[in-house]
């Protein structure tokens, strides 16, 4: 089995940071990519970070500058430093892992969200 384990969300006001980590655990035979997806009501899931097994990242648009993500090999963890925090950050983000388990093809594994709400 695989698991990921978010922490970090909360309440802040705009122009706060929030630090989320996420640590993938489990039959884990090797990661080719972590990264964070947002949600809101009604809305798609979207892209907010990606840092593949290389290190090259991949931001949104709309976190470009704001928000850092990062990657600790060793500990299975990923990072998301998010500065200057704005209202419309507000969401639920969920950690998404693409890996490969002993016991299956690679695939993608998510987390179960953590909620970011960021006050005007």
């Known amino acids: 089995q695989v698991q990921l384990v978010e922490s970090g969300g909360g309440l802040v006001q705009a122009g706060g940071s929030l630090r989320l980590s996420c640590v993938v655990s489990?039959?884990?035979?090797?990661?080719?990519?972590m990264g964070w997806y947002r949600q809101t009501p009604g809305k798609q899931r979207e892209l907010v970070a990606v840092?593949?097994?290389?290190?090259?990242?991949n931001y949104g648009d709309s976190v470009k500058g704001r928000f850092t993500i990062s990657r600790d090999n060793g500990q299975n963890t990923v990072y998301l430093q998010m500065n200057n925090l704005k209202p419309e950050d507000t969401a639920v983000y969920y950690c998404?892992?693409?890996?490969?388990?002993?016991?299956?093809?690679?695939?993608?594994?998510w987390g179960q969200g953590t909620q970011v709400t960021v006050s005007s």
């Open positions: 840092i593949i097994s290389g290190g090259s990242t």
């Open positions: 998404n892992a693409n890996l490969r388990p002993w016991y299956s093809r690679a695939r993608d594994f």
């Open positions: 489990g039959s884990i035979a090797s990661i080719n990519a």
